[in-house]
């Protein structure tokens, strides 16, 4: 029997099975192909196209894998921006409309187990805001969008800017009532209770004579003026007190040259963190059932992302990568070392663990710096002390 036709009935038939989603255990990330059965799977793994691309893998592994978490990863942003912008939305909708598009790119192809281990890595990230509830993980998208962000900055300065006019308005009109009083302070009165110590004495007042219409009437003008520059003082602290962003001080250019200084250690990061006498586990599956999630001691650090640690419990020593790796939080009070950002190669005290930011609030405990307080450090920056 001759090939089928394009447009013969079984060329159709097959075409309109193909559409739609498949099971996923008859998928290949590797290929890119899905089979409709078993049998179209098993004989795909056999084909030599399916052998040459297993090789191909074989040769760098972390690269395929790194490929697709990223196009994983950018295509899962990318949805939850179009789709829902910053709303707070369960991550499992988002996931259950990303998966919805044939072509998607699976999560077990990725570095990424389940969803949840996705969610947490985008909160350590700072990519999305993560929380967890009875109902599961909502996330939030954070948008750094340069467009946004000046957008934002001129709504806050035009904010700001009101609050300097009304301000100056306020000052204006003091200085104006002091110019019109000549120098002179304006004496206010003072209000006693009423009260007498023989109670058959008669009440009397005593007023002063000589002043004036036009003096009492100009006392009345600059009393009104001060009375509507307080309320103008009041109302610009309500309005400070009632949510509204507050004048700052001005800033010295020393405290600015801190601030800046402070902003560079939070932000330089490298994408190596092994450093020697710390406490590390061991996760790599390769080494499952003697090795997997045993903790060592980092011995000797080779080229910045490799090392030679020697395991706890055994003594034996293995030379693993970082990523075969990942750091040991300690109880609170313990002695740890700061692995990446501006306080790198510092020693700490840990003072707290906060599991909801995934982060450590420590206090440096060597080097100029130390007693300084350092809040919300990712648990990824630092690590036990041997």
């Not at 990223?70 to 707070?88: A, K, N, S």
């Not at 990303?98 to 281990?117: K, P, V």
């Not at 002063?208 to 036009?214: F, I, L, N, P, V």
């Not at 509507?228 to 010295?252: D, F, N």
């Amino acid at each position: 029997m001759g090939k089928s036709d394009f447009l013969s009935p079984k060329a159709i038939s097959n075409r309109i099975k193909s559409k739609g989603l498949q099971k996923l255990r008859w998928y290949c990330q590797m290929c890119q192909k899905q089979c409709r059965d078993e049998n179209g799977f098993k004989c795909h793994c056999m084909s030599q196209s399916h052998q040459r691309q297993l090789l191909l893998a074989a040769e760098n592994p972390q690269q395929f894998m790194g490929y697709f978490s990223e196009e994983f990863r950018r295509d899962f942003l990318e949805l939850l921006r179009r789709r829902f912008g910053t709303r707070r939305v369960h991550n499992n909708v988002v996931y259950n409309e990303y998966i919805s598009h044939r072509g998607h790119i699976h999560m077990n192809a990725t570095q990424w187990e389940t969803l949840t281990d996705f969610t947490k890595w985008l909160g350590r990230e700072g990519l999305c805001r993560v929380d967890e509830t009875p109902k599961g993980w909502y996330i939030q998208y954070i948008d750094r969008d340069p467009e946004t962000i000046r957008r934002q900055q001129e709504q806050k300065g035009k904010k700001k800017q009101d609050l300097d006019d009304e301000e100056k308005t306020a000052k204006l009109v003091e200085q104006q009532v002091r110019r019109g009083l000549g120098g002179k302070e304006l004496e206010m009165p003072v209000y006693t209770e009423l009260s007498r110590e023989n109670k058959d004495e008669k009440v009397t007042f005593k007023l002063k004579k000589g002043a004036s219409t036009s003096v009492a009437a100009s006392s009345q003008t600059s009393v009104l003026a001060l009375k509507m520059v307080e309320g103008a003082v009041k109302r610009t602290g309500a309005a400070h007190c009632s949510g509204q962003p507050k004048k700052k001080m001005k800033k010295s250019a020393l405290d600015e040259i801190m601030e800046l200084e402070e902003e560079k250690k939070r932000t330089s990061r490298t994408d190596y963190w092994l450093q020697r006498d710390i406490i590390v586990k061991i996760v790599t599956k390769k080494l499952e059932g003697k090795y997997h999630k045993k903790k060592a001691v980092v011995k000797e650090v080779i080229d910045k992302y490799a090392a030679i640690v020697k395991v706890i419990d055994s003594g034996d020593k293995l030379k693993l990568d970082q990523t075969h790796l990942e750091t040991v939080i300690p109880a609170p009070g313990k002695k740890v070392l700061v692995l990446n950002g501006g306080y790198r190669g510092n020693e700490a005290i840990l003072e707290s663990i906060n599991e909801k930011r995934f982060s450590v609030t420590i206090t440096i405990n060597s080097g100029p710096l130390k007693g300084c307080r350092v809040e919300d450090i990712q648990y990824e920056d630092v690590s036990k002390l041997a």
